[in-house]
């Protein structure tokens, strides 16, 4: 139960740092986003202190922000480490990829430099990977651009579950501290910016000295900025790139001024577009490339005055965030799927059965209006596979016209031709002693290979899952009884030839129960229906025809 609830933390772990990173766009000044950092760690990644140390333009760190302990907080805020210590704490201890680890062995040689601290004393830990309370964990933050132009380092002391963090809270700090660099320099820059078009605002002569200024800060900005034509018919029409955004799209300035964002926005963004307001609107978008390909970026934009009273422009500030979604997304597939057959796992295999569920037992389409309701379709499919849905409501216990396609189950005494949405409960046979045998290298090897032949043996919609142990479940629609009765034959059959696993062949056999799911059940109780005649089955068959090894 416990191995089977770590999807479900390493999923809440992902919203809280989604929820972190999306934190650190909201604020409103570097001073705000600096200590939105420090508070994002003890809010969202699992430390109780946090400490942001900023480079100063002198090349030393000043500690910028604290969270976690006001009396630390009014000790150290404000103080300055030099350069040259802070390069040696980098030097030392651990590399866990681009975190620096310095274990309570190694860093009593620090506790006299010049670099601001704070701890108190405590035990020696009792096993090897509890945190010590001189432990130290470093995440650098290195300014955008793939350089080693370091921004700051955050430090982060007394993991919450007193433990030195695994790889995925070592991913997750890490990824945060990308993020947050580029928060901070984006927070600078959109300093800079505003400082540039406050004095845009002035008078002539005033505005012909900020000119420059801002020209340069558009130009050399690490990140993509263009200006665009507001109102009339060339409205959106880009009039001005930089060479980041050049770069980024891969097109000349002189191609992107034939275009506005709607013409270069991927077709299924440009909703998300259209409901972005001009002054202060944010999105998340796809713009497509020379080369076909669409990357996905942040959009921010600020309207400009030309002069006091001349045309409005429109000023957008375009980020790169291909990598971090990457990274939601492949943190999103690793909390939903299993991590030895890659099948999705326990948690997603009950939301998709209960998306496919309601409150409300089927009832016979009585009229011509029901029946064409019933014919639009799954609504939630549709979302699934990325198709607007607003305007439908797919809520549990919705009115009749709710475009939900009701499950219901086939009659499985006589086959009327009626088809419903399939449950197969898999219980290997003989697993348990190939295990005992042969090791666990064996018995993963094995249920690696059952979960290749399943996928193999299922259509292209169907879900094969792992519950868990060495019980699979296989959901397929749109079968009669006999249907389901032919799946589980070709499933049994390929899972029982020989599996060969460092030149030895093993063999395992499979029982399987046949479920229906349909509405006014839970998914827990299709599920429990569907395991229960498994074990009919396992016991119909004699303890021969199950033997495997």
Not at 161 to 170: D, F, I, L, M, S
Not at 416 to 439: E, P, Q
């Amino acid at each position: 139960m416990e191995a089977e609830s770590e999807p479900y933390v390493r999923l809440a772990t992902m919203r809280q740092l989604h929820q972190a990173v999306a934190d650190l766009n909201t604020a409103r000044s570097l001073a705000d986003t600096l200590q939105t950092v420090a508070d994002g760690i003890v809010a969202g990644l699992g430390y109780e202190l946090a400490c942001v140390n900023l480079v100063r333009p002198d090349g030393d760190l000043v500690v910028a922000a604290f969270a976690g302990n006001n009396a630390a907080e009014a000790l150290i805020t404000g103080r300055v480490g030099s350069r040259i210590s802070w390069e040696r704490r980098l030097a030392m201890g651990e590399a866990w990829d681009e975190l620096r680890f310095i274990p309570h062995t190694d860093g009593w040689v620090l506790l006299d430099d010049d670099v601001p601290q704070w701890h108190t004393e405590g035990p020696e830990p009792r096993f090897e990977d509890e945190w010590h309370p001189q432990d130290r964990l470093y995440a650098p933050m290195y300014a955008s651009g793939g350089g080693l132009d370091l921004l700051g380092v955050i430090s982060v002391d007394r993991p919450r579950n007193g433990r030195r963090p695994g790889a995925w809270g070592r991913e997750a700090l890490q990824m945060y501290a990308s993020q947050s660099a580029i928060a901070i320099s984006n927070a600078r820059l959109r300093a800079n910016m505003q400082r540039a078009l406050v004095r845009l605002e002035r008078e002539q002569q005033a505005l012909r000295a900020s000119e420059e200024s801002f020209r340069q800060a558009f130009e050399y900005a690490p990140s993509g900025m263009a200006i665009a034509e507001m109102g009339g018919d060339q409205h959106g029409r880009l009039l001005r790139t930089n060479d980041a955004l050049c770069r980024l799209l891969g097109r000349p300035a002189s191609v992107l001024r034939r275009y506005s964002f709607a013409d270069l926005v991927h077709p299924e963004d440009i909703g998300t577009l259209l409901r972005t307001s001009a002054e202060g609107g944010r999105a998340e978008l796809r713009l497509g490339r020379r080369d076909g390909t669409y990357l996905w970026v942040s959009l921010r934009n600020s309207v400009v005055a030309d002069t006091a009273d001349g045309p409005r422009f429109l000023l957008t500030h375009v980020e790169d965030i291909e990598e971090r979604k990457r990274h939601e997304l492949n943190l999103a597939h690793r909390a939903s799927h299993d991590a030895l057959t890659g099948l999705p796992n326990s948690a997603e295999l009950r939301a998709r059965l209960s998306a496919r569920l309601c409150e409300r037992p089927h009832s016979v389409v009585s009229t011509d209006v029901e029946a064409l309701d019933a014919a639009y379709g799954d609504v939630d499919e549709a979302r699934a596979h990325g198709f607007p849905t607003d305007g439908f409501d797919t809520g549990r216990g919705a009115g009749p016209y709710d475009h939900h396609v009701h499950s219901v189950a086939p009659d499985t005494v006589k086959d009327d031709g009626s088809k419903g949405l399939a449950v197969l409960f898999c219980d290997l046979d003989g697993f348990k002693s190939i295990n005992d045998r042969f090791g666990h290298h064996t018995g993963d090897a094995v249920l690696i290979e059952v979960a290749r032949r399943l996928t193999t043996c299922v259509r292209d919609g169907d879900t094969v899952a792992r519950l868990g142990g060495d019980e699979f479940v296989v959901l397929a629609d749109g079968l009669g009884a006999a249907d389901a009765a032919d799946l589980a034959v070709r499933l049994r059959n390929a899972i029982i030839p020989p599996i060969r696993v460092d030149g030895r062949a093993v063999r395992v056999g499979a029982s399987f129960g046949i479920g229906w799911a349909a509405c006014g059940m839970t998914a827990e109780e299709v599920l429990r229906s569907a395991d229960q005649r498994m074990y009919v089955e396992k016991r119909s068959r004699s303890k021969v025809h199950r033997r495997a090894g």
